[in-house]
């Protein structure tokens, strides 16, 4: 896996076709959405709402762009209605699986938080995903290193990994094999292509 997160031998798995960029990939990193009974475009997550799926990268300029070129209308073949701040919207929606994941992670005995635990789960070569928040302070995160071969996420902020701790606000996790792993690594991967990059959140709007 790599330091942003997406495993980097995973090419395997259904592919699907972005309707904004045109490029083929592994659906894990693309946003399916569906067109509502009234028309509305709305995301689906978790690819289990029921009508034919349109597909989009995980990515804001690419989301922006279906939804201000009327791209969802011409693939639908039908007028929709595209909720304002779409991306803004998914980003929100993903980010809050993540923290659930990682949240589930915990109580399966599999993730630590806390610059001590974490510094020892490292040592113990047991961590598979060194998490840090965003917004922590870059000398006290400096100072923890991605395992190698491992993944780092990077664009939680501390109170988003908090929730998932059970706390105010957290800067430092990390994660172990097995378990719910593999679906963390993807989700933040899916949502860092919403964020400008490792810790810097895009357009925050006060958030």
């Avoid at 083929?24 to 799926?53: N, S």
Wanted: charged letters at 30%; glycine letters at 14%.
């Amino acid at each position: 896996m790599g330091r942003g997160g997406q495993p980097k031998d995973r090419t395997d798995g259904p592919e699907r076709k972005c309707i904004a960029t045109g490029e083929v990939q592994p659906k894990h990193g693309l946003i399916r959405f569906v067109i509502g009974p009234e028309g509305q475009v709305a995301p689906d997550l978790a690819e289990k709402l029921p009508g034919r799926g349109i597909w989009v990268a995980a990515d804001r300029a690419a989301l922006d762009k279906a939804a201000n070129k009327g791209l969802f209308a011409r693939v639908a073949r039908q007028p929709v209605q595209v909720p304002e701040g779409l991306a803004d919207q998914v980003e929100a929606l993903l980010a809050q699986r993540v923290v659930n994941l990682i949240s589930l992670a915990r109580k399966g005995g599999r993730a630590v938080s806390g610059y001590e635990k974490v510094k020892d789960m490292l040592a113990r070569e047991e961590a598979r995903v060194l998490i840090q928040a965003s917004d922590g302070s870059e000398r006290g995160k400096s100072k923890l290193s991605t395992p190698y071969g491992g993944s780092f996420i990077g664009w939680l902020t501390a109170a988003e990994l908090g929730r998932a701790f059970g706390r105010q606000t957290t800067i430092h996790a990390a994660l172990g094999a097995g378990g719910l792993l593999q679906r963390v690594v993807e989700e933040a991967a899916r949502l860092k292509g919403l964020r400008v990059s490792d810790g810097e959140i895009a357009r925050r709007k006060g958030k």
